[in-house]
């Protein structure tokens, strides 16, 4: 089973070692989940500066 892991610099989910968006480093520790469809769109989008469409993190270690 894979672990999803969430990118410490712009908390995106993935399965990778390095973050697909911004080649952060990733992190099995993390909580929250949070789906954005549409981010120019969604005020929660804006205020967390998340500028792709994706699955996030809302805390990352």
């Known amino acids: ?8 610099e712009c908390s995106f989910i ?6 697909p968006l911004c ?15 549409e981010p120019k769109f969604s ?5 967390l500066g998340i500028n792709h469409d994706g699955q996030y993190a809302l805390k990352v270690r």
Do not use: D, F, H, R
């Open 14 to 19: 993935t399965e990778n070692e390095k973050c």
């Open 43 to 47: 005020e929660i989008a804006k205020q």
């Open 23 to 37: 080649n952060g480093e990733t992190s099995k520790e993390w909580t929250g989940y949070l789906i954005v469809m």
């Open 1 to 8: 089973m894979i672990t999803p892991k969430a990118c410490k």
